[in-house]
Each structure stands twice: as C-alpha cells, then as structure tokens.
C-alpha cells in the first residue's frame, strides 16, 4: 500500500479521493438525464467535499505531483462546470423556454463551460504542483458551482425566471476570467 503514500504515484491517496470527485460527477450526470435532480445535486456535493479534502491530503502527505494537477482540473470541470450547467439547462431551460430563447439559453451554457474549462487551463498553466496562492484571480470554479447551485434554487422556488437564470449564467460565467480576488480557503 505505499503507492498511497507516494507523490510519485497516480493512485496516491489524495488522486483517489480526486477520482471519487469524478465519479460522482458521472453519476450526477446519469441522475440528471433520469431527471433526478436531488440525487444529482447531493451527489454534486459529495463531489464538492471530495474536492476539498483531496487538496488538503495532497499538501499535508506531501503528495502533489503534476498528474495530480492534471486530474483535479478534469474533476472540476466535470462536477463544477459541466454537471451544474448540464442541471441548469434540463431543469430550467428545457422545462422553461422555447425557440429563440432556448436557442440564447443554449449559447450562455456553451459560453460558462468554455469559461470554465479556459479557467482551469489557464490556472494549470500558471500553477506548480504543491503551490498554493492566498488569492484566486477569478471566481474558482467550485465556487461558481456553487452560485450556480443559489441561482438554480431560485428558479426551483419560483424567485427568478428562466432568462434571469440565463443573464445570471452569463454573469458568472464572466466572473470565472475576471479579476476579481477570492481568498483561498
């Protein structure tokens, strides 16, 4: 079992805990096409939390390696760009709106999970395996998850409309390449 103790390996414990991130993103993504959306959202969650222990295992252990890197950013852009978009777009807009204005809906998704993914490919090009920044230049993705998540709920108790939901989207998906300074936890 040392393979789990080794920077070296890519089934170090904190990439496993990496990988349980990325399964339960797929199931997310399975229970959203059932129209599950409360088991998907849950299991965004679990996704979520197996993200921020799989940092915070990597740095104590010593274990970041660039594989590592690699694999954290494929695992958010999964649970934290596609399944929240992919949630919004089947259990608002597809349920909400029609013609032009799923059409304008369909290119604010296709814009956030661009933004995501240049997010995080720009955050793996400027970042070394180990090295942590008090400041985040940009909304992190795990948080725009998470607003999108606030602006989802407020769709689901009839608070915003669909096109709210969309501007909203557009909005934080602009805020992932901004310059605004998030603290890191």
Known sequence: MKFLWSPSSHFNLANLFTMVNITAGLLATYFITQNNFFLAVILAWVGGA????????????????????????????????????????????STSLSGVWLILASIVSIYYVISGL?????????????????????VPTPLGAILLWLVYLSHA????????VAALMALIGW????????KHP
């Open 118 to 138: 240049r997010r995080l490919i720009h955050f793996n090009i400027n970042t070394d395996a180990g090295e942590v920044d008090k400041y985040f230049t940009g």
């Open 50 to 93: 197996f993200d921020i222990f799989d940092g915070k295992i990597a740095r104590k252990y010593n274990l970041s390696n660039e594989f590592g890197v690699q694999l954290d950013s494929f695992a958010d852009f999964l649970s934290f760009v596609l399944v929240p978009v992919f949630l919004i777009f089947q259990a608002v807009y």
């Open 175 to 182: 805020s992932l390449n901004s310059t605004i300074k998030v």
């Open 157 to 164: 108790y009839a608070i915003s409309h669909a096109l709210v």
